[in-house]
Nanobody, 122 residues
Framework: QVQLVESGGGLVQAGGSLRLSCAVSGSTFSNYAMGWFRQAPGKEREFVAAISRFGGVTYYADSVKGRFTISRDNTKKTVYLQMNSLKPEDTAVYHC???????????????WGQGTQVTVSS
């Protein structure tokens, strides 16, 4: 049973930073590429960032490129999302996900966490 648990969300002012973490248990972490998605109220879940199994390749949505950084520590079985220069439009529930057949497609990830709320005030 693979479990993903996110943490690190909260309330921050525009221009501020947060670091999200996603701890994975129940399987060999390095077997999986990992992704972050977000869902704002009334909107569909959207791709934010992803990282390959050993961290050598990263992928970003255009809306976060240059502001967000995804990384992973396979010894700690954790993936991170460093979010800088946050904007009110970044407000959403952020979910981590594992084991994709397609990096950008929300429907192609096998495992999901429950999410952590990020709220950016203006």
């Amino acid at each position: 049973q693979v479990q993903l648990v996110e943490s690190g969300g909260g309330l921050v002012q525009a221009g501020g930073s947060l670091r999200l973490s996603c701890a994975v248990s129940g399987s060999t972490f390095s077997n999986y590429a990992m992704g972050w998605f977000r869902q704002a109220p009334g909107k569909e879940r959207e791709f934010v960032a992803a990282i390959s199994r050993f961290g050598g390749v990263t992928y970003y949505a255009d809306s976060v490129k240059g502001r967000f950084t995804i990384s992973r520590d396979n010894t700690k079985k954790t993936v991170y999302l460093q979010m800088n220069s946050l904007k009110p439009e970044d407000t959403a529930v952020y979910h981590c996900a594992a084991d994709p057949r397609s990096i950008y497609n929300v429907n192609e990830y096998k495992y999901w966490g429950q999410g952590t709320q990020v709220t950016v005030s203006s």
